[in-house]
């Protein structure tokens, strides 16, 4: 059984910066983050897989955070990071981690098989 742990959100004030959490308990090919608001589906985030040309990890953003967020990983202890920057009021929502063995689409959370709690990001002056 795969487990994934999230941590991290709260709410600061926008501009401001937070960073969430997501382990996995066993390594898997994808990883990503994707988020969701009442009524709404939810949205990939960002996502990290393994590339091969070059080798090493590839990264993928949805239009509304790329150059403002930052998705890593630590292969040696199955986790990922988000550091999210410059937050504005339009990226409150409820965030979610999950994994899969594969995703041929890496912001497609119907790709993703395994998902973490959730955690609440709350950006309002």
């Known amino acids: 059984q795969v487990e994934v742990v999230q941590s991290g959100g709260g709410s600061v004030a926008p501009g401001r910066s937070l960073t969430l959490t997501c382990t996995s308990s066993?390594?898997?090919?994808?990883m990503g983050w994707f988020r969701q608001t009442p009524g709404q589906e939810r949205e990939g985030v960002a996502s990290?897989?393994?590339?091969?040309?070059?080798?090493?990890?590839?990264?993928y953003y949805g239009v509304s955070v790329k150059g403002r967020f930052t998705i890593s990983r630590d292969a040696a202890t199955n986790t990922m990071y988000l550091q999210m920057n410059g937050l504005t009021p339009e990226d409150s929502a409820m965030y979610y981690c999950a994994a899969a063995r594969y995703c041929r689409d890496a912001l497609e959370p119907r790709d993703y098989n395994y998902w973490g709690q959730g955690t609440q990001v709350a950006v309002s002056s």
């Open positions: 990290i897989r393994p590339g091969v040309h070059p080798a090493g990890y590839r990264s």
């Open positions: 066993t390594r898997l090919g994808c």
